[in-house]
């Protein structure tokens, strides 16, 4: 079964402090891995879209990893701010043409304190 | 702003009701897709629609309906709401014919939060 798996659940960290958030996935076979930020409220934004061949893809303090061969992604935040405070999404996509599918994490819901 | 619109932001309603959600692509935009987001829950998706025409159908109930129209927006019709079918739903555009998997990727809306009551 096609499943992504998103760790930990929550997490509050102090202001300007580094964190990483897990995803696993069985999805298969796979096409890309994507990560969104998404506010409370608010429709998910992208942060980074990595495909097989890609195991790192950074956006300003936003730094994702992919490893293929265990199925697994990691996205690190660097610096956190206050702005940070979000939902983050792990997305798989099974396939890159006509029809492919999306499965959603979760989600980690991330706090950031002053 | 992502460039798609969402309308309306809040709808709130009562059970056996139907409502309507109204979503404008990005320009330039051609695919169409709609998500159910219920509390504590992930994005589900429901149907994508491309050029006007129905390209792919995820679990949507059979008591919602969606269209795309010649200028590209999209309609998604709720009908004899039940309190379960609170959620945000959001819609989503990208220009690419594909389906969901789609390595381009795509923008979403802000959304439309329905509460049923």
């Known amino acids: 079964k096609n499943q992504v798996e998103q760790s930990p659940q929550s997490l509050i960290i102090l202001e300007g402090k580094n964190c990483t958030l897990q995803?696993?996935?069985?999805?298969?076979?796979?096409?890309?891995l994507r990560w969104y930020k998404q506010d409370t409220g608010r429709g998910p934004v992208s942060l980074t879209i990595m495909t097989f061949s890609e195991n790192t893809k950074s956006n300003g303090r936003y730094t994702a990893t992919l490893d293929a061969d265990t199925k697994q992604s990691s996205l690190h935040i660097t610096a956190s701010q206050l702005s940070d405070s979000a939902s983050y999404i792990c997305?798989?996509?099974?396939?890159?043409?006509?029809?492919?599918?999306?499965?959603f994490g979760r989600g980690t819901q991330l706090t950031v304190w002053p | 702003d992502s460039g798609v619109t969402q309308t309306p932001k809040h709808l709130i309603t009562a059970t056996g009701q139907r409502v309507t959600l109204r979503c404008s692509p990005r320009?330039?935009?051609?695919?169409v897709y709609w998500y159910q987001q219920s509390l504590d829950q992930g994005l589900q998706f429901l149907i994508q629609y491309y050029n006007g025409e129905e390209r792919a159908k995820g679990n949507i109930l059979e008591r919602f309906s969606a269209q795309q129209f010649p200028d590209l927006h999209s309609e998604l019709n709720l009908s004899s709401l039940e309190l379960g079918d609170s959620a945000l739903y959001f819609c989503?555009?990208?220009?690419?014919?594909?389906?969901?998997?789609?390595?381009?990727?795509?923008?979403f809306g802000s959304g439309t939060r329905l509460t049923v009551v």
């Open positions: 997305v798989v996509s099974d396939r890159g043409s006509t029809l492919g599918r999306l499965y």
């Open positions: 989503a555009s990208s220009v690419a014919r594909g389906g969901q998997g789609d390595y381009y990727g795509y923008t």
């Open positions: 320009s330039g935009d051609l695919s």
């Open positions: 995803c696993n996935y069985t999805v298969s076979p796979f096409s890309n």
